[in-house]
């Protein structure tokens, strides 16, 4: 009898373990670059992905009732592997634009994050970005900030993998200035490098948004729906609050 019930205790077990499994495999992935604060980032005490984008996902899942797990992946092979559909959803601070949306598809914008110029703290004779021709400036490869300084005459873009990078190199002076998404750079110069500035005014007007695969119409539409409730909520603001100061 011991043995029977011991028997029918392991065969549960194991269904139980195969659900979970099933469960996990079922899971949406989002993809994200966790190096984009205060969108995306690793919190150093816990290992974990945090930051604006991750609560919002988070409250988009539980709103639409979707299981997702989020992966951290570079932003260049994000990119790409969003225009393969190997990723459900990529959720990175992700500007849309009308190039990014001939491959793959976009959410409603979730929020207004343009343009500004970062430099250092006691540079007088930097005030926007009609002040960085014939200058060095850095930016994130691939974002719309280097797209931003590729249209300026005579200014070299200097590219880097992440904006960490490039905010450091200008606090050590390797260029003249930094152009990256207004939150971004906000966040960075609050928290990090009391040596650097932002000047001037949000030159660009850009949307950020989820991506998906695209046409996947039936997912986008339900992502839509939470961000709208979200957004009248005001949850949007909230993180805006919590993140951006």
Aim: proline letters at 3%; aromatic letters at 8%.
């Amino acid at each position: 009898m011991k043995q029977k019930v011991l028997v029918t205790m392991i065969a549960v077990l194991a269904l139980g373990l195969l659900a979970s499994c099933a469960k996990s495999s079922d899971a949406l992935v989002v993809a994200t670059d966790a190096a984009f604060p205060p969108f995306e980032m690793i919190d150093e005490e816990t290992k974990e992905i945090v930051g604006f984008d991750i609560d919002l996902m988070n409250a988009i899942a539980e709103k639409a009732d979707l299981d997702i797990v989020f992966q951290n992946v570079a932003w260049d092979p994000l990119l790409a592997g969003m225009a393969d559909c190997q990723y459900d959803m990529a959720i990175s601070g992700m500007t849309i634009t009308p190039a990014r949306a001939e491959q793959f598809s976009f959410s409603d914008p979730y929020i207004n994050a343009g343009q500004i110029v970062t430099v250092q703290a006691d540079n007088t004779t930097i005030n926007g970005p009609e002040d960085l021709v014939g200058l060095t400036v850095g930016a994130q490869i691939g974002t719309t900030g280097a797209m931003e300084i590729e249209a300026i005459a005579d200014t070299t873009l200097k590219i880097y993998d992440t904006y960490e990078l490039a905010f450091l190199d200008l606090a050590n002076g390797q260029v003249d200035a930094v152009v990256a998404d207004y939150p971004t750079a906000v966040a960075f110069v609050s928290n990090t490098a009391a040596n650097l500035k932002v000047v001037g005014d949000v030159f660009t007007d850009e949307g950020y948004g989820v991506a998906f695969c695209l046409g996947n119409t039936e997912l986008i539409d339900q992502v839509n729906a939470a961000i709208a409730e979200l957004q009248a909520e005001g949850f949007i603001d909230e993180l805006v609050a919590k993140w951006y100061n």
